[in-house]
Structure formats: C-alpha cells, structure tokens
C-alpha cells in the first residue's frame, strides 16, 4: 500500500472522481488518539447575517461522519414550535379544513423554544407548554365601490396572511413573552365577499424527526472545500475561456508583461464545476479539487432562534449522544 499525501483531496474528472488518500481519510482506523483530533479540529465562521438568519462557517479536520451528524441533528433533533393542533369553527372558503390546518402548521413562530416544555400526550395545555393563536377573519367588499366581485382590491381581507394571526396569552404569557409569527406576509388564504375563517391555533414543542414543521432551518448544508490549480500558464484567450467556466470571482484576468494571465482568485465559490473539461486547449492544464477534511456548512434558520445558536445546541445534543453511548457501552457485561 503507497504511502498517502497530507493533502487528502477527491480530484474531479471528467466523468468520475479520483480519490487521493490519505490516513485521515480512513476515519478511525490508525492509530490517532482522541488528543490527536482535538487539536487538529477547528470552526472558523465566515459569515453571519443577522437580517436574513443565514450563517456560513467553516469545520476543518474531520471526516464525514461528524459533519453529517451535525447536519442531521440541525435538521431533525433540536426542538422548536409550531402549530400542532387547530380547533376550527367556520371556513367557508374554498381551502379544505385539512388543508388549511396544514398550511397553519408550516409558518414558522417566533419564540424561543428553551423556554417551554414538552407537553404530554394526555395533558390539557399550559402556560408552560402551549402557545395560542386566534384567526378570526371574514371578507366582505368595500363600501361605495361598484368593482366585480373578482378584483380583490375592492374587498376587505380578500388574502389571509400570518400577520392576521392574533396571539392570545395563556395565564401570564403576556407579561413574559412577545410571541407572533417570523413573518407577516405568508400567505394562508384567499378569501371572495362572504367567506370566513373562524378558528383557535395551538402550538406545541417538538423536534423535526417528528414532523418537518418542527425543523428549525431551512438549510443545513454542507460541501467539501474546493480548491483550484493551474498546472502551466494560462494567457489570452484562453484566460478568458477560463474564467467563463466558473463562477463570477474565481478567475481573475491580470497582466503580466502585456499578457493577460489567469489567476486563481476564489476557489471557494466553486460549485464542483467541470465545464473546463470541454475544452481541449484547458483540460489538461487546470485541476479542481476538493479538500476531505474541510467542510463549508451553510444554516439558515426558520426565524425562531439565530442560526449560531442553533449549530451550538447540535454539537451540544451530539455530546449528550455520545454520553449515553459509552454509558451503555460501559454497562455492558462482556
């Protein structure tokens, strides 16, 4: 068995990948001590947008069954709310009650879930495990305006948004917490004159491995570091077919002795492109390449809890995970 590089990289072919290994990549199988991954493992965040709850970060110096748990655990493990049960009176619009109840269910709710607990399946809810919505709307046309019936602009509550969901406090909710939707614009219905919704709204605490509306991301990615190489130099216009190959910002056209030279500017926004490989005149003198131990995760949360936080409590339920695996391993009798 050849001796494998320190810079472990899958290499992108034409057709296939080409995996060049190296003891790292064996994920456990050497003789590495847990001391030894520590001190090669670090996060480095690159980004957080506050405004849009995006946040983009780097995990460098561990295989893929780490990464994936994380990813995993965003997804599915880390409890939120949202609406789990609706008491319906009246709906006369078009939309089945079912339906309706469903679309209810998938608008994101702004709170933070740490502050309540799981309620029970037997259990009348409470201030400590409930959150309650009122959605009392009926539409009707505007008063003076003779517009049909179809325009909804002559009409008073022709589109149910979430932002039409009242919150009503239980006991001293209301003193404690401000509780409403993400966001107000997300549509629920569309009502003509004389329809009418009528209905009570309860939220509750769960985990997404229950049901994906209790999931507290929309995104919870990740990909391999890409890196870029050029093998010769790279001038004129092929330079230029270069840089039309890849994203906008990883080339850049410089001038070098009335030349213009391709230089490798941001590998990162690479997206395992391959398009130079249709070249003749490029295949041969680019490489692309991607990094088996660097991870680039992008999160973005569903409104309720910053995305930072969140990647906090993945590795925090991660923890406990492995807790309870070597607590079980060591009751064992073998």
Known sequence: MKPHSEDSVYKLKQ??????????????????????LMNKFKITIINIDEENMEMEFDMIGIGPPIANAIRRILLAEIPTMAIDKVHIYNNTTVIPDEVLAHRLGLIPIK?????????GNDEEGTEEDTIQFELKVKCRKVMGKNIPEADENSCIHSKVKSGDLKYVPIGNQKEL????PVHDDILISVM??????????FCYKNIGREHAKFSPVVVATYRLLPQLRLLDEISGERAHTLAKCFPPGVIKISKKRDKEIA????????????NF???????????????????????ESAGAVPPEELVLESINVLREKCRFFLSELKGLKV
């Open 263 to 274: 230089k490798v500017a941001d590998p990162r926004k690479i997206k395992c492109s391959r």
């Open 111 to 119: 709170v933070d879930p740490r502050l309540f607990v799981s309620k």
């Open 15 to 36: 057709f296939s990948v080409w995996d060049e290994g190296s003891s790292s990549s064996l994920y456990g199988a050497n003789e590495e001590t847990v001391e030894d």
């Open 192 to 201: 003509r004159p004389g329809h009418e919704i009528d209905l009570n709204a």
């Open 177 to 180: 917490y401000k509780i409403r």
């Open 277 to 299: 490989m249709l070249h003749d005149e490029l295949k041969d003198d680019v490489e692309v390449c991607t990094k088996k131990d660097h991870y680039i995760f992008t999160v």
